[in-house]
């Protein structure tokens, strides 16, 4: 069914884009395309004889930037931490415990490492980072994906840019696909002469506000209907508007603009003409090697002026030659490409360090993260961007779990109600934007614990543990055991001390048994022996002058 005027969003929405040119003049589009060729290389002809070098440092910074957004992770690209909003409730600290544990069960099974990443890299390089939620039917759950940015379009707030007041998704599909997916090819003689895309293929848009969607294929209407997505609220609360199931992330984004800006855009121009000058250098060394021959005064064959080691040239009587050469101061070649290097790294907020090279050989962990200060704040200006996002595609994530399945289901799966959300703070724990020493973290961690500066959940955080509140209960239950088996251990000590003195204490004498009276028997003392030692040296003797043992 073909749609009506009022429904075409598609155009509607498009048009409104067309009207923010803030970029040189350029459309969104045209500049994704600019940022795509650059990353992938294409923005040099092969033949350009004015740029014969492709040194293309643009996607070694944006692959950099991706990787210090999300810092040195070790199991899980994004860490969450689950705070309820009533401290004292030790119920909410457990039903925190459990909806941290149902985050990241639904992230892995999202394969979010792979998506968050991928988005990451699509903001660095074209600005934005686009993710969708959905049903997957094929593991009967909530999911996300990552959108490629030229699909993506929408309307906003123009107060406030961060609000998405429409969402829309445009792309091409084969026409027999479209068929057999949707039931119709759609309209051939359809084109959208401010899209994109090519008009040889079926168009496929997908629209969505926080009344209703709509699945169009070209101009024919597939599906139209209310909004499902309604926020799930405590009982009692006042609905709330459905959600659109978008999540947009501009990269390094301004006030007043909705789109954002890729991280290598400023360092375009400087990778060309960093390209142009290697290419004069090339032909000044090019020129040295193979120099300019002038022959002035020569009536002969050129084919005779043979070139090679000890050739002599037969010039006639008044024929000359020479070597073009310079003739002027010679250029800065190297101070200029040095010049140029340094412009490119601190427009991209980039040093040596992050590409392995300093001129220090033995520099200190601290000066080391002087230098890369640059990075650190660009990332944490993202991260900015990116935390309120985060928890808003978790929370959503968990929404759309819960009405995927009955709520009994639900609880017995993940320990908590649905409209319990409301009274947890989300957030995501990023990982440490440089390097940390391994060794040095754990002697942190033991010395903290030990002085009961952090708790063994901040602790085990830190090292990277899994799950820190069921590893806490396996080290309590280990520590319960430990002390049991010392309790016993030392019963069996006492028990077997007191055995033994049992059995070698004096009874009391016993006429009747020979064995205990030889046992009583004590030998004499000393004193009753008389013995005295002897004051002039030798054997003991009653007799002064010594001798034997014997009565003289």
């Known amino acids: 069914m073909p749609i009506q005027p009022e429904i075409d969003h598609y155009q509607r929405i498009l048009r409104y884009e067309q009207s923010h040119r803030r970029r040189l003049g350029r459309p969104r589009l045209v500049q994704y395309l600019i940022n795509r060729r650059y990353y992938y290389g294409d923005n040099v002809q092969p033949d350009d004889v004015n740029q014969p070098l492709s040194i293309r440092y643009v996607p070694r910074i944006i692959n950099k930037h991706t990787h210090y957004l999300f810092g040195e992770w070790e199991q899980d690209i994004i860490d969450w931490v689950v705070s309820p909003l009533d401290k004292e409730s030790e119920e909410d600290k457990e039903t925190s415990t459990n909806i941290a544990r149902a985050i990241y069960r639904l992230m892995r099974r999202c394969d979010a490492d792979q998506l968050l990443y991928r988005g990451a890299l699509d903001g660095s390089i074209y600005g934005d980072t686009v993710f969708k939620l959905r049903f997957n039917p094929r593991i009967q759950g909530a ?36 068929y057999e997916l949707f039931g119709t090819n759609g309209n051939p003689q359809f084109h959208n002469h401010l899209s994109y895309l090519d008009p040889g293929y079926a168009t496929v848009w997908e629209h969505w506000n926080t009344k209703e969607y709509h699945l169009v294929v070209d101009d024919q209407l597939i599906t139209k209907g209310a909004n499902p997505y309604s926020e799930i609220v405590a009982p009692g609360e006042k609905p709330r508007p459905a959600w659109i199931p978008f999540v947009h992330i501009p990269n390094l984004g301004v006030n007043g603009d909705y789109f954002g800006f890729g991280d290598a855009e400023a360092v375009y121009d400087l990778q060309d003409e960093l390209n142009m000058r290697i290419a004069d250098f090339g032909d000044i060394i090019n020129y040295h090697a193979h120099p300019i021959t002038l022959v002035k005064n020569y009536f002969g064959r050129f084919e005779d002026l043979r070139t090679g080691p000890d050739v002599v040239w037969d010039m006639g009587r008044e024929g000359e030659a020479s070597y073009l050469e310079w003739g002027g101061p010679a250029p800065g070649v190297m101070d200029y490409i040095e010049l140029l290097m340094k412009v490119l790294f601190d427009t991209s907020s980039l040093t040596g360090v992050a590409f392995g090279r300093t001129d220090q050989s033995q520099a200190s962990g601290s000066a080391l993260v002087v230098q890369m200060l640059p990075i650190v704040e660009v990332v944490r200006r993202k991260r900015a961007t990116w935390g309120p996002k985060l928890r808003y595609l978790a929370n959503r994530l968990l929404e759309l779990e819960a009405m995927s399945m009955p709520s009994d289901q639900f609880y017995k799966i993940y320990k908590f109600k649905p409209e319990d959300l409301g009274r947890f703070n989300i957030n995501p724990k990023w990982s440490p934007i440089l390097p940390r020493d391994r060794m040095s973290v754990v002697n942190e961690n033991v010395a903290l614990l030990v002085n009961k500066a952090r708790s063994i959940v901040t602790a085990l955080k830190d090292l ?74 030798g054997k003991n003797s009653d007799s002064a002058k010594g001798g034997s043992n014997e009565d003289s």
């Open 143 to 178: 999911s996300f994906e990552n959108v490629l940015p030229e699909y993506y379009h929408a309307m906003w707030n123009p107060l406030d840019v961060s609000e998405t007041t429409e969402a829309l998704i445009a792309y091409n599909l084969d026409r027999q696909t479209a």
């Open 464 to 537: 990277g543990v899994d799950d820190p509140e069921e590893e806490r209960v396996r080290i309590i239950q280990d520590l319960e055991e430990f002390a049991k088996m010392q309790m016993e251990f030392k019963q069996q000590e006492t028990e077997h001390a007191a055995s033994m003195q049992q059995k070698y204490a004096a009874p009391g004498p016993n006429d009747d048994d020979p064995d205990d009276q030889m046992i009583n028997v004590k030998p004499p003392s000393r004193k009753s022996q008389n013995i005295t030692p002897n004051r002039d040296g």
